[in-house]
């Protein structure tokens, strides 16, 4: 009895076309982000706290690439799944988006939506409510075939918000990769001296 006291349980449904892992306790949401770097979102409100929008309580909510992370996890989790749920997180496990996802976990990563930043992930390096992100990384199909207005977007904000872009994508290989962009600082001919002078810019 004292072994089932350390199980994760996370119940899970479909919302949509989504399936979303619910966790009905803090204890267990906050395993899951200290043990297995799953950074979970509460929609539930403290009624009792001034700023209730900011300190939100369970349950906790699990996306889909989050479970993906603990589909093969059988130590101390315990997933819900019915055969028919656990076919569709098989099937969207091959996906360019969750192949991307599970790599940068694996590497040891944190990762949260970048959609506030238009991209698809925030990389971090650490805990998300102890450091800034590192990373914003947008999922592409071909670096090559990406339009070019698109590459400076993602860079432009990812430099206002001092953060690396990353274009990742899967290789012909199919390895996943990842290309960082930066800006390359330009420069001007002194005509006076006859050189490219940097220092005009």
């Known amino acids: 009895m004292?072994?089932?006291?350390?199980?994760?349980?996370?119940?899970?449904?479909?919302?949509?076309?989504?399936?979303?892992?619910?966790?009905?306790?803090?204890?267990?949401?906050?395993?899951?982000?200290?043990?297995?770097?799953?950074?979970i979102s509460g929609v539930?409100?403290?009624?009792?706290?001034?700023?209730?929008?900011?300190?939100?309580?369970?349950?906790?909510?699990?996306?889909?690439?989050?479970?993906?992370?603990?589909?093969?996890?059988?130590?101390?989790?315990?997933?819900?799944?019915?055969?028919?749920?656990?076919?569709?997180?098989?099937?969207?496990k091959k996906s360019r988006k969750?192949?991307?996802?599970?790599?940068?976990?694996?590497?040891?990563?944190?990762i949260t939506s970048g959609s506030k930043f238009g991209c698809d992930f925030l990389v971090y390096e650490a805990l998300p409510h102890v450091i800034h992100a590192r990373y914003m990384v947008k999922v592409i199909e071909n670096p090559q075939s990406l339009p070019l207005d698109q590459i400076v977007d993602l860079n432009r904000i990812a430099t206002q918000a001092r953060k690396d872009g990353l274009l990742a994508y899967i290789s012909a290989e199919g390895d996943v990769k990842?290309?960082?962009?930066?800006?390359?600082?330009?420069t001007r001919l002194n005509y006076a001296e006859g050189n490219c002078d940097q220092d005009d810019y």
């Open 44 to 92: 539930g409100v403290c009624t009792t706290h001034q700023k209730q929008d900011q300190f939100l309580k369970e349950p906790f909510l699990l996306n889909e690439l989050q479970l993906l992370a603990l589909l093969d996890k059988t130590t101390a989790i315990e997933l819900n799944l019915t055969p028919e749920l656990k076919e569709n997180l098989n099937l969207e």
């Open 2 to 39: 004292e072994e089932s006291k350390d199980i994760i349980k996370i119940h899970t449904s479909k919302e949509d076309a989504n399936i979303v892992g619910i966790v009905n306790s803090f204890k267990e949401a906050r395993r899951l982000v200290q043990e297995h770097r799953l950074w």
């Open 98 to 110: 969750a192949r991307i996802f599970l790599h940068l976990y694996n590497l040891g990563f944190y």
């Open 178 to 186: 990842t290309t960082k962009i930066e800006w390359l600082r330009p």
